[in-house]
């Protein structure tokens, strides 16, 4: 029997132009992620079993955009094509870094349109998110 596929579900801010999975996809495949909210979990004891669930979301409880990147996948076992995406990760924020060590790519709403424009490496935009 063979393993199941590991899927990724985040891509790291400082290898994803380079990281042969998310290279392309960045270069040429960028989304939005559209949320009003994501959940990060703290481990409280480090032992990484007992985590604490803490709801994220803006100062003005707005919806808002992360940064992610989408490709086409197919299913080893039926040959079926499906697209699937990823978020882009960075380096958390003072504040966030509290509760973990990464956070998610929030992107600016004057930053959507350069997100997903044919841009082929806007490094500045993967950067923690300001605070407050």
């Not at 985040?10 to 999975?21: E, F, G, L, V, Y």
């Not at 007992?50 to 080893?76: M, S, T, V, Y």
């Not at 697209?83 to 998610?104: G, L, Q, Y």
């Amino acid at each position: 029997m063979k393993p199941p596929l590991k899927l990724q579900i985040n891509a790291r801010s400082d290898t994803i132009a380079t990281k042969p999975m998310f290279r392309s996809a960045y270069r040429q495949r960028r989304c939005l992620v559209p949320v009003d909210g994501y959940f990060e979990w703290q481990d409280i004891f480090g032992n990484n079993k007992n985590k604490q669930p803490h709801a994220i979301c803006l100062a003005d409880d707005k919806p808002f955009a992360l940064a992610g990147i989408w490709e086409f996948w197919r299913d080893p076992e039926t040959q079926e094509q499906m697209r699937t995406f990823a978020i882009v990760t960075c380096d958390a924020n003072s504040m966030m870094s509290k509760i973990h060590d990464r956070m998610p790519v929030i992107l600016r709403r004057e930053d959507y349109d350069r997100w997903l424009s044919d841009e082929p490496d806007p490094a500045d935009l993967l950067a923690p998110y300001r605070e407050g």
